[in-house]
């Protein structure tokens, strides 16, 4: 499907009326607005906070310039008066038009792509959906850390979708985690104006919601930190000191739990859970006129309940705890003021002698990036540089060693004589790359054409024609992996690697098994998701009727169907592929 002609008409006339105004917005705003004072203000913020990422905090001074001006009606209104006799017509009804349709922020998630750069969209906070035309979103679904997240942007609506304007921000932060931020910020401004009036007044929650810990930064026997927790008006409950930590400050009080006792046990009854609580931050703090329970993950929270004998919640959503520490970080008010989930102890201990561990630190990071870039350490050179025990850091080189070896996927020896070299096997840094789209993922060089479209056409018989027209054929050649493993991100890395091996040994025929297991080894997390053999055969199909039906890869002779299951025959990089796409070195 293509975008209708309207549509694209509106888009275009949009991005050339912005382009026109873009400077007298940015005059108005900072010589005629008392607004300016706020742009000033959240850069100082920035620079404070974040002062060596001059780029992010240009993109984000402009988008929130333009934030300012473009949702608000009046101040529309006034600088189209102001610059009467200097803007054109059409200048002059663009700004008319987005008087009457004023920008606003969207926190939201893709429903669905109808076709290239072009999606229907769910706001998160609000549940109304809208049709976005959105290059840039399209962009960030080729590169495996922005795909498949939430998005916020300032958006403007055309009259026929909505456009953004400025950044597109990714964060794996749910609406919960925003609205939790929101109502720490500004509840009033939050719950009667929205979103959007909520960052014009506090354009730092946008900066909170752009550094974000890892997806797998924060957890504990393979759960996640979180934080769960409740508000109720009374509670009757005596907290021990034997078993509670407790800090009491007259009308506020903390109670921090560090021994269970018997009488939680059988509220309770998990002797598993109560022999581990240390890292479930249960507590209960006593407000000045509610009281709040904590802990830091749902089933912990669940055993706190029970034993202050208090109902659960209904709807209950927890809030990321690397947002939480980061607010705290920056000394916002939290809800549970004067109290902090950052560690009271951890000024004292830092009084108290330690062992100096910059230097294992340095060295760490040196051999983490020589193992993950492929190149050669000298661990006993190293320690001898940095001053520390040689024999303790190759303890620590065979620690890591041995993470990495129980990583890996075993190969069984009957499979073993499948394995294939020749080929440069990517860095664990390079692997990343892998996860990416092919045109972005920078393995590549690519002849994106018009004529590359044709060829492939014709080759195939025009039995992807739409799609083609659509996509492109590199795009088109990713979404077929996509859709036949169990997301994009596996039929990416499949992809690439399939590429990458078959280009780097285009002067001989490999066997399909020995790439899937080639595979299968480069990225052992597929095997979490994937017997090898049931791999090998979703693999091998897609190879055989995209590569091998259409002339991208050329078969030594007709391939049986049980052949095709396991894998067991060859292919070739022909040279239409040859000519297309090369690896780069």
Not at 278 to 286: E, N, P, W, Y
Request: glycine fraction near 4%; charge should be negative.
């Amino acid at each position: 499907m293509k975008i209708p002609t309207p549509i694209v008409q509106a888009c275009e006339a949009f991005s050339r009326r912005y382009e026109d105004l873009e400077f007298n917005i940015d005059e108005y705003v900072m010589d005629y607005d008392a607004n300016s004072e706020l742009v000033v203000s959240f850069v100082e913020f920035l620079h404070t906070v974040i002062p060596d990422a001059g780029e992010y905090v240009d993109a984000l001074a402009i988008q929130y310039t333009d934030a300012l001006f473009l949702t608000d009606p009046k101040a529309i209104r006034r600088m189209r008066a102001l610059f009467a006799d200097t803007l054109s017509d059409d200048a002059q009804d663009a700004l008319i038009e987005w008087e009457q349709r004023p920008a606003f922020f969207s926190f939201f998630t893709i429903q669905e792509r109808i076709c290239k750069d072009f999606f229907v969209i769910e706001d998160r906070l609000t549940g109304d959906t809208y049709r976005l035309y959105s290059p840039g979103l399209q962009t960030m679904q080729e590169e495996r850390e922005s795909r498949d997240l939430q998005y916020f942007s300032l958006m403007m609506d055309n009259g026929q979708c909505l456009q953004t304007s400025g950044m597109i921000h990714y964060t794996i932060y749910t609406s919960s985690d925003v609205i939790f931020l929101c109502n720490t910020l500004d509840k009033a401004t939050f719950s009667t104006s929205g979103f959007t009036s909520l960052l014009i007044k506090h354009p730092m929650a946008m900066f909170f919601l752009d550094f974000q810990a890892s997806f797998d930064a924060l957890s504990h026997k393979g759960q996640a930190f979180e934080v769960y927790c409740t508000t109720v008006d009374t509670l009757r409950y005596t907290f021990y000191p034997e078993y509670w930590k407790v800090d009491n400050r007259g009308k506020v009080a903390s109670y921090v739990l560090e021994h269970p006792s018997d009488a939680m046990r059988s509220a309770f009854p998990d002797e598993e859970f109560w022999s581990d609580i240390a890292f479930t931050g249960m507590r209960v703090f006593k407000l000045e006129k509610q009281w709040m329970v904590m802990a830091m993950n749902r089933y912990a929270f669940e055993a706190l309940m029970a034993v202050l004998d208090l109902p659960l919640p209904e709807g209950l959503q927890p809030v990321a705890l690397s947002l939480v520490l980061r607010m705290e970080k920056h000394q916002l008010r939290m809800p549970w003021a004067p109290f902090s989930l950052i560690n009271n102890d951890m000024q004292a201990q830092k009084e108290e002698p330690s062992i100096d561990m910059s230097g294992f630190n340095v060295f760490f990071e040196k051999y983490s990036n020589a193992y993950n870039n492929g190149t050669p350490f000298d661990s006993a050179l190293e320690a001898k540089k940095l001053g520390i025990d040689e024999d303790v850091a190759k303890d620590i080189i065979e620690q890591l060693l041995k993470k990495h070896a129980n990583r890996e996927f075993q190969v069984s020896e009957a499979d073993a004589q499948y394995r294939i070299d020749g080929w440069p096997v990517p860095s664990p840094a390079k692997r990343s790359k892998f996860g990416n789209g092919i045109l972005s993922s920078n393995l590549f060089l690519c002849l994106d054409t018009d004529e590359t479209d044709s060829a492939f056409n014709a080759l195939s018989g025009n039995q992807w024609r739409d799609a083609i027209e659509e996509l492109g054929f590199f795009v088109f050649l990713q979404e077929s992996f996509g859709d036949v493993f169990y997301d994009d991100n596996d039929g990416f890395f499949v992809l690439n690697s399939f590429l990458w091996i078959i280009l780097h040994l285009r002067e001989q025929k490999v066997l399909v098994r020995s790439i899937a297991l080639e595979i299968f080894c480069l990225f052992p997390y597929l095997n979490e998701f994937y017997e090898l053999d049931s791999f090998v055969e979703i693999f091998s199909e897609k190879v055989y009727s995209l590569f091998c039906r259409t002339s991208l890869c050329s078969i030594a002779s007709r391939v049986k169907r049980e052949e095709r299951k396991r894998g067991m025959y060859t292919v070739q990089a022909s040279s239409f592929l040859q000519s297309i796409i090369r690896p780069i070195p």
